[in-house]
């Protein structure tokens, strides 16, 4: 039997919103949170994330320490 009086107050509707939009509703301690960033607005899971690195570590690195690289042919 839990003690009375020592447990937060469980609030199993809190409304999670990201810029004053509703995303989801979950159980928490809290009322409501206040997200950045969720699923829906992050590059990663929405496609628009964009690779900037196009060069391969090794041609960096010998491109930085000006070295050429030699071709095993």
């Given amino acids: 039997m839990p003690k009375q009086g020592i447990h937060p107050t469980w609030y199993p509707k809190t409304?999670?919103?990201c810029d004053g939009q509703l995303i989801m509703t979950v159980a928490s301690t809290k009322p409501e949170l206040q997200v950045d960033i969720w699923s829906g607005n992050h590059p990663f899971f929405t496609g628009s994330q964009k690779i900037i690195d196009t060069e391969?570590?090794?041609?960096?690195?010998?491109?930085?320490?000006?070295?050429?690289?030699?071709e095993n042919n």
Avoid: P, S, T
């Fill in 56 to 70: 391969g570590r090794v041609e960096r690195f010998m491109k930085k320490y000006k070295m050429e690289i030699e």
């Fill in 15 to 17: 409304k999670v919103l």
